[in-house]
């Protein structure tokens, strides 16, 4: 139980939705708005507050469940092909943005010692221990999905 945490928190702590499921957060929210007749976006806060004194309390947390099975309907199942593309594998997924940008920083770091395709071994090592291929999956899906810190490696290879 020590690790354990509610499905809709999230690992990582936003601006706006805390570490609540964005999805769970905005489907509360528009539901709440249709009450009172105003803005959605205005109910983002309560219903932040609101779901941690919702997981206080049994009936409050079968209310969630049924709000976080709705979310789970209305997301689109993924194959285990679009999986490996969407996301990075083994030690690298889920993680935030901050730590992959660090990461990568200390990629850098070590390209600038010894090498780029020296520094991208040494990672391989170290972190494609459970899954082969895992580092060129992860730079993969940082050249795909955040192309502005991938650059920082083709200026340091050039």
């Given at each position: 139980?020590?690790?354990?945490?509610?499905?809709?928190?999230?690992?990582?702590?936003?601006?706006?939705?805390?570490t609540?499921?964005?999805?769970?957060?905005?489907?509360?929210?528009k539901?709440?708005a249709?009450?009172?007749?105003?803005?959605?976006?205005?109910?983002?806060p309560?219903?932040?507050?609101?779901?941690?004194?919702?997981?206080a309390?049994?009936?409050?947390?079968?209310?969630?469940?049924?709000?976080?099975?709705?979310v789970?309907e209305?997301?689109?199942?993924?194959?285990?092909?679009?999986?490996?593309?969407?996301q990075?594998?083994?030690?690298?997924?889920?993680r935030?943005?901050?730590w992959?940008?660090a990461?990568?920083c200390?990629?850098?770091?070590?390209g600038?010692?010894?090498?780029?395709d020296p520094?991208?071994?040494?990672?391989?090592?170290?972190?494609d221990?459970?899954?082969?291929g895992?580092?060129?999956?992860w730079?993969?899906?940082?050249?795909?999905?955040?192309?502005?810190?991938y650059?920082?490696?083709?200026q340091?290879?050039?």
């Amino acid at each position: 139980m020590r690790g354990w945490r509610f499905p809709w928190r999230t690992a990582t702590r936003d601006k706006i939705y805390q570490t609540c499921d964005r999805g769970l957060v905005e489907l509360i929210a528009k539901e709440r708005a249709k009450w009172s007749k105003c803005e959605w976006t205005e109910k983002i806060p309560t219903v932040i507050k609101s779901i941690g004194n919702l997981e206080a309390t049994k009936g409050g947390l079968e209310e969630l469940l049924g709000y976080w099975s709705k979310v789970l309907e209305s997301v689109t199942p993924q194959t285990e092909e679009s999986k490996a593309t969407d996301q990075p594998i083994s030690y690298y997924s889920n993680r935030s943005l901050e730590w992959h940008k660090a990461t990568f920083c200390e990629l850098l770091d070590l390209g600038d010692k010894v090498g780029t395709d020296p520094a991208i071994a040494q990672f391989s090592i170290r972190y494609d221990q459970q899954y082969t291929g895992a580092t060129d999956a992860w730079l993969n899906w940082l050249d795909a999905n955040y192309p502005q810190i991938y650059a920082h490696l083709n200026q340091a290879a050039a």
